[in-house]
């Protein structure tokens, strides 16, 4: 008869969770972008998952089996941070290639964001290599750079996306104060929505 193992036993009988780590608009500014989700609904149709979302803008995102392995990371970064504006400068499109269009709120000056991305998630540090190198060794991937934004629509067919004849309406302008750092998670794996964790304070 087979030993157990039980170290594998237990590794598999842990719930693993996906964080989503974001940045959480006013509650005026969420309302008005469920608002010109409507008015691309209208106009183009859009699926239901584009609707129902709640506008953000998202950090990052981490496998984690407890909430204390992501809120540690947050809570440290979070008192080194500073509240800061954030500020929507009307509409912009992300191409994916011939296939799709993101349709998305621009951010005016996006550096403090994509400074609170790097403390979140860190470039790994290459390491110095002391041994002849060949021409098998694979060159490093360079991580993948995020465009900070405020989602209107994602996943736009692009023949849908080219019925669009005036985007003047989704040139959207507002701003907020952002200072907390939102935590959410869903089973790994799973469809469903995400549900609160935690709101870490800015500064604090």
């Known amino acids: 008869m087979a030993k157990k193992n039980n170290a594998q036993l237990?590794?598999?009988?842990?719930?693993?969770?996906?964080?989503l780590v974001l940045l959480s608009p006013a509650d005026a500014i969420k309302e008005a972008v469920d608002g010109l989700k409507e008015?691309?609904?209208?106009?183009?149709?859009?699926?239901?998952y584009n609707r129902r979302s709640v506008a953000h803008i998202s950090l990052f995102k981490q496998r984690a089996t407890t909430d204390n392995q992501v809120l540690k990371v947050v809570k440290k970064v979070a008192a080194s941070v500073a509240p800061f504006t954030v500020k929507l400068a009307g509409h912009e499109v992300l191409k994916h290639g011939?296939?799709?269009?993101?349709?998305c709120l621009k951010i005016e000056d996006p550096a403090p964001i994509n400074n609170l991305m790097e403390l979140l998630d860190p470039k790994p540090i290459a390491k110095r290599s002391y041994r002849q190198t060949s021409i098998l060794d694979?060159?490093?991937?360079?991580?993948?750079?995020?465009?900070?934004?405020?989602?209107?629509a994602r996943n736009i067919a692009?023949?849908?996306f080219d019925r669009i004849e005036d985007f003047t309406v989704?040139?959207?302008?507002?701003?907020?104060?952002?200072?907390?750092?939102?935590?959410?998670?869903?089973?790994?794996?799973s469809t469903g929505i995400f549900s609160p964790v935690k709101e870490v304070k800015l500064g604090s």
């Not at 008015?39 to 239901?48: M, N, P, V, W």
């Not at 011939?98 to 349709?103: A, F, K, N, Q």
């Open 98 to 103: 011939g296939v799709s269009r993101t349709l």
């Open 158 to 160: 692009v023949a849908d």
């Open 39 to 48: 008015q691309l609904h209208s106009l183009i149709g859009i699926e239901d």
């Open 170 to 189: 989704f040139d959207y302008h507002d701003e907020w104060l952002c200072d907390s750092i939102t935590i959410l998670r869903r089973l790994e794996g």
């Open 138 to 152: 694979k060159t490093p991937r360079a991580k993948k750079v995020i465009h900070p934004h405020v989602t209107i």
């Open 10 to 19: 237990t590794l598999f009988n842990e719930n693993v969770y996906e964080y």
